[in-house]
């Protein structure tokens, strides 16, 4: 049995844990307040689910993802995922996050910060351009005409491989967009961003992103 810890049980950490255990994965979910602010998220979702400290999640998950404001992400425990694929769903929105000149100066991506603070994790973007809404609701089988697909990003081959999997998990195809140098054509306000669109369509406006 894999288990997933989730650091983050927003609008996308909880939209996942619920989508990781009707995957039947295990899911350790947290935040910054602690488990017991997490009773009422987790009670409906099962045996399955149950609320840590994100310090706990970190160490329990098999695989990680960090779904928190981009400022926080400092905050994101390092040694106990050492060694580990960390999914990073993260985008900036200097409004709630406050200016970030690296950003800002396109000199790094969102998922290049969270490497760097992660260096002995292998650090995949994913679920960072669909609306938390939709991640439950707009997936279909593998092979369904025109069906959505999500890209991802990552200089490890194993944890883009790994979200490719996931993603086919919930209904996904995937578009990998390569290294996360390169990641910014996903990041906020590029045309691929929270639009629905299938693969080739996905290529395409991965393809004609500006910065
Ligand atoms: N909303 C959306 O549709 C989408 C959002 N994103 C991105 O994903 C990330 C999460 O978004 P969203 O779920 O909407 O955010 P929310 O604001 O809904 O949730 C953020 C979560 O992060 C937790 N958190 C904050 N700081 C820390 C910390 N230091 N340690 C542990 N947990 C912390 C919060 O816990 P607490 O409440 O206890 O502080 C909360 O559970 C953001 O970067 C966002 O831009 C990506 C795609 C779509
Ligand atoms: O990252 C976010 O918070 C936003 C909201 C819509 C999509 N992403």
Redesign the pocket.
């Given at each position: 049995m894999t288990t997933i810890g989730i650091?983050?049980?927003?609008?996308?950490?909880s939209a996942l844990a619920r989508g990781f255990a009707q995957h039947g994965y295990d899911v350790v979910i947290?935040?910054?307040?602690g488990p017991e602010?997490l009773a009422d998220l987790v009670a409906d979702m099962g045996d399955g689910v149950r609320a840590a400290t994100?310090q706990d999640a970190a160490a329990a998950g098999d695989v990680v993802v960090v779904?928190?404001?981009?400022k926080?992400i400092d905050?994101i425990p390092v040694e106990p995922l050492a060694g580990k694929i960390v999914l990073d769903?993260?985008?900036y929105?200097w409004e709630r996050d406050g200016r970030i000149a690296e950003l800002d100066e396109n000199r790094t991506t969102t998922s290049q910060m969270l490497q760097e603070h992660l260096p002995q994790s292998r650090v995949a973007k994913a679920?960072?351009?669909?609306?938390?809404a939709d991640i439950l609701t707009d997936g279909s089988p593998a092979g369904t005409a025109d069906r959505r697909a999500l890209a991802t990003s990552s200089d490890f081959d194993d944890a883009a491989d790994l979200v490719t999997r996931i993603y086919d998990e919930f209904g996904f195809d995937t578009v990998n967009v390569g290294p996360l140098a390169d990641s910014w054509r996903v990041e906020r306000d590029r045309p691929a961003y929270v639009v629905r669109q299938n693969a080739e369509e996905l290529r395409a406006n991965l393809a004609r992103a500006e910065r």
């Open positions: 650091i983050g049980a927003g609008n996308i950490g947290s935040n910054s307040r602010t994100a779904t928190v404001p981009l926080a905050d769903t993260n985008n929105y679920f960072n351009h669909i609306m938390s």
